[in-house]
Nanobody, 118 residues
Framework: QVQLVESGGGSVQAGGSLRLSCAAS????????MGWYRQAPGKERELVALITSGGTTNYADSVKGRFTVSSDNAKITVYLQMNSLKPEDTAVYYCYANLRRLATDRYWGQGTQVTVSS
């Protein structure tokens, strides 16, 4: 089994920045894609940003131009640089990974809280 270990959440004022990191607990998998979802209170979980092993990225419209997703495929690690944060970015952010070894499977992190105050 693989665990995704997240770090970097916290509280920040509007306009500030945070950087999230997420690393897989095992290195004997290969990465197909990794990224971040978020869930605000009373709302559905939504995609924030995704990156494939080939470097293709996909962003939610609400974060384009402010957030940047990157990865280290060899370390099976994904990052999310969040700039110009807004109060509406407040949510629990979940790391997501689509990994393969003998088969392909999806994994989720435990979630990290991001709070942006106005």
């Amino acid at each position: 089994q693989v665990q995704l270990v997240e770090s970097g959440g916290g509280s920040v004022q509007a306009g500030g920045s945070l950087r999230l990191s997420c690393a897989a607990s095992r290195s004997d998998f290969s990465m197909n894609a990794m990224g971040w979802y978020r869930q605000a209170p009373g709302k559905e979980r939504e995609l924030v940003a995704l990156i494939t092993s080939g470097g293709t990225t996909n962003y939610a419209d609400s974060v384009k131009g402010r957030f940047t997703v990157s990865s280290d495929n060899a370390k099976i690690t994904v990052y999310l640089q969040m700039n110009s944060l807004k109060p509406e970015d407040t949510a629990v952010y979940y790391c997501y990974a689509n990994l393969r070894r003998l088969a392909t499977d999806r994994y989720w992190g435990q979630g990290t809280q991001v709070t942006v105050s106005s």
